[in-house]
């Protein structure tokens, strides 16, 4: 076996420094975590205050996600340009911009001008993302790239579970009976509640921009470790050296993985609340459905902390998590009531491994293509953009919200392919695929 070298601190200091950094960049995880799974309140809530279709209520999801694939490889040019922190603080102040375009959006209840302020924010995130991820997976051993991202991941559970609470008593308050409402009066008297309803939003997105500008400016003044392109993930093996990021196919299967399962990720949460009236719930009680996904997703998280790669590598538990996660929607497809609601938020357990284990997979032994390999990884977030739309179009056709979820289950299969064959790396050898 070649010498592989892991970069890792080799003194107090330097340690110290890294547990500063990992609690920093947790904390811009809740970030994350809370702003998207804001998402799944605002799919129904625009729906009714802008009367939209299903499918197109799910243009939120396609409007913040694609963002990732529009900026993911320009941010890597940034942050070659500014280093991890001072693009991570440029990410946070272009998100806070698209925060405050809510206001004029909600005050004429403008559905592009939302979906323009979700782009915006989408590509603060993608900067974000492209700097944090291969951040978080380069400090330690690629061995237990999985247990880092698991905690980061808590980080990010735990705000979208409050953001479903808080956001959802806020916009969603007495929802039913709103409905029910509106049916009764007149186009004008609609028109007045409608823009009642929009209002709503702006309170809130007004404090998420003072806090998101704010978080900017604490982070340009605070000291972090800088990642060099040498401090990589592994070190590159003179005798296999690549000349372009395109040389390493595995990485390039992981970002089509990283596709997948975010977009199996988004529709488990953010079209929970649609399943849920579907099988006959109230959306006042819908609503909060999503945390259920959360609550699954925190307790996988919780058990890769301790379990990888202590009791099972990462690869290993990919290609569990894949098959359980394939068996869950079966029976969310076929089955009624509280069990239905049951599988589905399980699909957070089963999910929670997969973001986790593709990415130290896919970028292990890239070398100095790591900052542009976690750009393209990060693009392809924009699964998450194109399966929910997808999703809502086959339910449509259809006829029946459970059986359009059938789109989940090729998704999975080829997570599956990646984690049984497509994470091989060509000529060299590694304990994480062990």
Same mark, same amino acid.
């Given at each position: ?14 340690? %110290? ?33 802008? +009367?939209?279709?299903?499918? +197109? ?72 993302? @492209? ?6 997976? =380069? ?35 007495? *929802?039913? #009976?709103?409905?029910? %409402? /509106? ?15 929009? $209002?709503? *939003? ?38 296999? %050296? ?13 970002? /089509?993985?990283?596709?997948?399962? !975010? ?18 719930? $109230?959306?006042? &009680? ?6 259920? &996904? ?9 058990? $890769?902390?301790? #379990? ?32 239905? !609601? ?10 929670? =491994? ?11 032994? *890239?070398?100095?293509? &790591?900052? /542009?390999?976690?750009?393209?990884? =990060?693009?392809?977030? !924009? ?13 449509? +056709? ?14 999975? /299969? ?17 304990? @994480?695929?062990?």
């Amino acid at each position: 076996m070649p010498d592989i070298r892991i970069f890792m601190g080799d003194n107090n200091t330097k340690n %110290k420094s890294y547990g500063f950094a990992l609690f920093l960049i947790g904390c811009l995880f809740f970030i994350f975590g809370f702003i998207t799974w804001s998402n799944s309140q605002l799919i129904p809530y625009l729906k009714i205050a802008c +009367q939209l279709s299903d499918t +197109q209520s799910y243009y939120v999801a396609s409007a913040f996600f694609a963002a990732y694939f529009v900026m993911s490889v320009p941010s890597s040019f940034v942050l070659k340009a500014t280093g991890f922190k001072k693009g991570m603080s440029l990410g946070l102040l272009i998100m806070a911009l698209g925060a405050l375009l809510f206001i004029p959006a909600a005050k004429d209840r403008n559905y592009a001008l939302f979906l323009t302020g979700l782009f915006i924010i989408g590509t603060g995130l993608a900067l974000l993302q @492209t700097a944090s991820n291969p951040y978080v997976t =380069v400090l330690g051993p690629i061995e237990s790239a999985a247990s880092r991202i698991s905690i980061m991941g808590i980080c990010n559970k735990v705000a979208g579970i409050l953001a479903v609470y808080v956001l959802g008593s806020i916009t969603l308050n007495n *929802v039913d #009976a709103l409905k029910a %409402k /509106l049916l009764t009066l007149s186009p004008a008297e609609k028109n007045i509640e409608l823009n009642a309803l929009a $209002s709503k *939003v702006i309170g809130p997105y007004t404090i998420i921009a003072i806090v998101l500008a704010a978080l900017a400016i604490i982070l340009y003044f605070i000291h972090l470790p800088e990642i060099k392109d040498e401090e990589n993930v592994v070190e590159e093996i003179a005798e296999i %050296k690549q000349k372009t990021i395109w040389s390493y196919p595995h990485m390039l299967l992981g970002a /089509l993985a990283i596709f997948f399962y !975010v977009g199996v990720e988004v529709i488990s949460y953010d079209t929970f609340a649609g399943f849920g009236e579907a099988l006959g719930y $109230s959306l006042d &009680t819908a609503k909060h459905f999503a945390t259920y &996904t959360g609550y699954g997703l925190l307790a996988g998280y919780v058990f $890769s902390i301790f #379990a990888i790669p202590a009791i099972i590598d990462q690869r290993k538990a990919l290609i569990i998590a894949t098959l359980l996660s394939m068996l869950m929607v079966l029976l969310s497809m076929f089955t009624k009531g509280i069990p239905a !609601v049951v599988c589905f938020a399980l699909l957070g357990f089963t999910n929670s =491994v997969m973001w986790p284990a593709i990415w130290p997979l896919a970028l292990t032994g *890239v070398g100095k293509f &790591t900052k /542009l390999g976690g750009a393209l990884l =990060v693009m392809c977030i !924009v699964g998450g953009a194109v399966l929910p739309p997808l999703y809502a179009k086959l339910a449509e +056709q259809m006829g029946s919200k459970q059986l359009g979820y059938v789109i989940m289950i090729p998704c999975y /299969l080829y997570i599956l392919y990646f984690a049984v064959k497509g994470y091989k790396l060509k000529n060299i050898s590694t304990s @994480t695929g062990k």
